[in-house]
């Protein structure tokens, strides 16, 4: 009997010790539907390995809550017929608990469209793209961290509007993206009494910007609002030629000073304005940027480059896990979900973050930066 005992102890306590021993060997999984071999691979293959390089140096220092924090992925290609169905995969398949990092206005409206975020009920957080028709009904598990291209465009506006600009050119892509983007033009030329001398719209997927520009050139704006995605608007400096400093130049936060660059050289680029929907990743004052800085530092960040893009897809994963952590040491999709909620007036490291029950959109940051030498952002 005293046999029996001591060995039903000693079971229960070797049991106990596998429990935790389990709980501290836990995995959870996020992932991240993106383009990893489309128009965008060059970018998202770089996000998506600076994320699972962070998630190693989290991992080597106990995880989240004891727990692994693992990144599972699917390319999409940027298309978005295969979006929902990869979407619906890497839920059902994967068990993640979070979407993180999304891209394409079209590729997160044919989700939407799906219903299969709000049929599994897991959230996505960030997605990179400003377009207000990913914002409406059918949108609830998105949580968006930057504001939207009317937003961006205000923006311009009114920075544009305090040195005396009242003459503007417009570059625009004939879709529904430049419709969307024209309307905000509009009424941003409403508000500050701006004069169009000249529209330039382009085909989607246009390569040869020489027409635009001349266009452009000849009609003298003060400003020029080139409102096009970052290929167009490579494209188009690379035969911009007129005098430097003819007018300032504006763009929006899609476009990368070290794209432009690459494409039409440092010389032509310097002085462009870009609009910013994070805060400067060289900051010395916030922490985020700070915790930014110093995973760069690490191995694990080698090769990753401190753009704003790299900043932005580091704070919506810093956002990710923050609602793990804050969903215990057994998160599902609607702990998850519930945490995001609750990040009302909430800081991540110093960026005010307010979601709620109701609201989705977590952050209204805005600035503009200006291309420095070396393709540097200042602001």
Do not use: W
């Not at 979070?98 to 957080?125: E, W």
């Not at 500050?192 to 520009?213: H, I, L, R, S």
């Not at 060289?282 to 704003?308: M, R, Y």
Request: include cysteine; charge should be neutral; proline fraction near 5%.
């Amino acid at each position: 009997m005293l046999f029996q005992k001591t060995f039903a102890t000693l079971a229960a306590c070797a049991a106990l010790v596998l429990s935790h021993a389990g709980a501290q060997a836990g995995e959870v999984r996020i992932g991240t539907v993106s383009d990893l071999s489309g128009p965008l691979a060059s970018t998202s293959t770089k996000m998506v390995a600076a994320t699972e390089a962070y998630l190693d140096m989290i991992n080597a220092n106990g995880g989240i809550n004891g727990n692994k924090i693992v990144l599972t992925r699917r390319d999409d290609q940027y298309d978005p017929r295969k979006t929902p169905g990869m979407v619906e995969d890497i839920i059902t398949r994967d068990n993640v608990v979070a979407l993180v990092n999304s891209a394409g206005t079209a590729n997160t409206y044919a989700m939407i469209k799906a219903g299969v975020l709000s049929r599994h009920k897991v959230p996505l957080v960030g997605v990179f793209s400003g377009s207000e028709v990913i914002r409406g009904p059918g949108s609830e598990f998105i949580f968006h961290t930057r504001p939207t291209y009317h937003d961006e465009v205000m923006k311009i506006a009114r920075v544009a509007s305090t040195v005396g600009v009242k003459n503007i050119a417009v570059l625009y892509q004939e879709d529904g993206f430049g419709a969307s983007i024209m309307k905000s033009v509009n009424q941003a030329m409403q508000e500050n009494g701006f004069k169009m001398v000249a529209d330039a719209p382009y085909k989607p997927g246009e390569t040869d910007f020489t027409a635009q520009a001349k266009k452009i050139i000849a009609a003298h704006p003060q400003a020029i609002f080139l409102m096009g995605v970052p290929d167009a608007v490579a494209n188009f400096m690379k035969v911009y030629d007129a005098p430097v400093g003819a007018a300032q130049i504006y763009t929006l936060s899609f476009v990368t000073p070290d794209h432009l660059q690459a494409a039409a050289g440092e010389a032509r680029i310097r002085g462009i304005g870009i609009t910013q929907v994070v805060p400067n990743a060289n900051s010395a004052v916030l922490q985020i940027s700070k915790d930014f800085q110093a995973f760069l530092k690490t191995p694990a960040a080698k090769g990753v480059e401190p753009n704003p893009l790299n900043f932005e897809s580091f704070v919506n994963l810093k956002l990710v896990l923050e609602a793990i952590r804050l969903a215990g040491p057994n998160p599902t999709a609607a702990s998850v979900t519930q945490s995001l909620k609750s990040m009302h007036h909430f800081q991540l490291g110093g960026l005010p973050i307010d979601f709620s029950e109701t609201n989705r959109s977590g952050s209204n940051f805005l600035d503009i930066a200006v291309v420095g030498r070396n393709a540097r952002l200042y602001y």
